[in-house]
C-alpha cells in the first residue's frame, strides 16, 4: 500500500508561481513513476506532468515551459512547481504513483488562478 498527500494549493493570481508538494509513504525510488493530474469543474482528469524512476519527464502541452515536475528522494516528495499561472490552471491537483501494478492518488490539492 502507498498513500500520497498533496499540499500546495489555493488562491493564486494570475502570472503567480506556486509549488505542489506531494509525500509519499515509501521510498520513492521505489515507484515506478510519479505524476500530477488536475481535473477542472466539469471536466476530465487530465495529465499535467510524469516522472519516471529513470528521470524522464513528460508534459502536457498546455503547461509544457511553465510547469516542472521534480523529485527528493530524501523526503521522498514529489514536486510540481508551476510559473506564469493562468485562470485556466484552474483545477484540483492529484498526485499519483505506479507501484505494483496499481496506481495510487493523492487527496488532491485545489489551485484557483484569479485576480
Known amino acids: 500500500q502507498v498513500y500520497l498527500v498533496d499540499s500546495g494549493g489555493g488562491l493564486v493570481q494570475p502570472g503567480g508561481s506556486p509549488r505542489l508538494s506531494c509525500v509519499v509513504s515509501r521510498s520513492i525510488s521505489s515507484i515506478d513513476a510519479m505524476g500530477w493530474y488536475r481535473q477542472a469543474q466539469g471536466k476530465q482528469r487530465e495529465l499535467v506532468a510524469t516522472?519516471?524512476?529513470?528521470?524522464?519527464?513528460h508534459y502536457a502541452d498546455s503547461v509544457k515551459g511553465r510547469f516542472t515536475i521534480s523529485r527528493d528522494n530524501r523526503k521522498n516528495t514529489v514536486y510540481l512547481q508551476m510559473n506564469s499561472l493562468k485562470p485556466e490552471d484552474t483545477a484540483v491537483y492529484y498526485c499519483n504513483g505506479a507501484y505494483g501494478l496499481r496506481l495510487y492518488w493523492g487527496q488532491g490539492t485545489q489551485v484557483t488562478v484569479s485576480s
Open positions: 516522472l519516471s524512476s529513470g528521470g524522464s519527464t
